[in-house]
């Protein structure tokens, strides 16, 4: 019962921060001065006829804060709107879109979430011997270097030294959808496992020096046991709140990748809505983007509370 009375709090503190940022997010937009009806039209001409209809036809004609809450009414009621140059609905374009997004996601926090684990646990059973020194020299290396900068290295080595990979292609069969977001993933996860990496590091030495791992020694409990069943189980907790926070920042990392690696996912739509000021687009992406990560804050915290019976929801 606890369990469920922390849940429903914490949801309900999110309504006030999604309001607060989609109405942030919808006036800021509309004080670029860009006017909607010359964004819909384009280079097209237009009689003062047509501007008038396309202004009652999208509410541009009602104030600002009736604006606001017919589109708030629309998006509860999961009506995201029109694509201003498209014409389509926001909803079909997201969910042609977001499995590339979505796929990104999971296939580069589960890479980096485990790669970054195993060499984190490795580094501190190793500490200030040659695999720490190497592990840590890799993962400070992997923080450093920004992921653009990864990105067009992989690129120009594929190119070069890979034949027949091509970074462009359909996605008609699972199989090429795979390998089209399969390398992308991989530069992705790079930057959570620099940071995960070195998190778990330290979080595995502070537990293999604390008292009762001491104490479990002595009584000549077996290596095995005192590293995975009582030093990681409480050293993964500092490591899943921050790759519960990673995996929601990540959304917005797919920004990037997708724009460097030419896929057709949320992010590169995101970014055309905002070069081609379509409202309506980035609203709705921003918002999106807002309730997965206030989600995943939710869910690590949660997690938390589960894997840990010490910690008090409040």
Not at 43 to 66: G, M
Not at 88 to 107: C, E, F, K, M, Y
């Amino acid at each position: 019962m606890k369990y469920l009375s922390y849940a429903v709090k914490k949801l309900l503190s999110m309504i006030p921060i999604i309001l607060i940022v989609s109405i942030a997010v919808f006036v800021l937009l509309r004080a670029s001065g860009v006017d909607p009806v010359t964004v819909m039209i384009g280079e097209k001409q237009a009689t003062d006829e047509l501007r008038e209809s396309l202004r009652q036809q999208f509410y541009l004609d009602k104030p600002l804060l009736t604006q606001y809450l017919i589109w708030l009414k629309g998006v509860i009621a999961g009506d995201f709107g029109i694509d201003y140059i498209n014409k389509q609905s926001i909803n079909d374009l997201i969910i042609s879109r977001l499995p590339v997004t979505a796929g990104l996601v999971v296939l580069s926090s589960l890479f980096g979430m485990t790669f970054a684990i195993i060499l984190g646990v490795v580094a501190a059973l190793n500490r200030n011997k040659s695999a720490d020194r190497i592990l840590s020299v890799l993962m400070l290396f992997l923080t450093s270097v920004p992921n653009f900068v990864v990105s067009i290295l992989v690129i120009v080595f594929c190119t070069k030294f890979v034949p027949g990979y091509s970074f462009i292609g359909s996605y008609s069969n699972f199989g090429e959808y795979l390998s089209r977001i399969f390398v992308p993933s991989i530069v992705m996860s790079l930057g959570v496992v620099a940071m995960l990496g070195r998190i778990t590091r330290s979080s595995m030495i502070s537990q293999l020096q604390a008292p009762h791992i001491m104490t479990a020694k002595a009584k000549g409990m077996d290596e095995f046991n005192v590293t995975f069943k009582h030093a990681f189980h409480n050293a993964v907790l500092p490591v899943l709140t921050i790759a519960g926070l990673q995996f929601a920042g990540s959304i917005g990392g797919t920004v990037l990748i997708e724009q460097i690696f030419s896929l057709p996912g949320v992010g590169g739509m995101l970014v055309n809505g905002i070069q081609q000021n379509n409202y309506p687009v980035v609203q709705i992406l921003v918002l999106f983007m807002l309730v997965v990560y206030l989600v995943m804050s939710f869910v690590v915290d949660m997690l938390y509370a589960v894997i840990d019976p010490r910690v008090k929801l409040k």
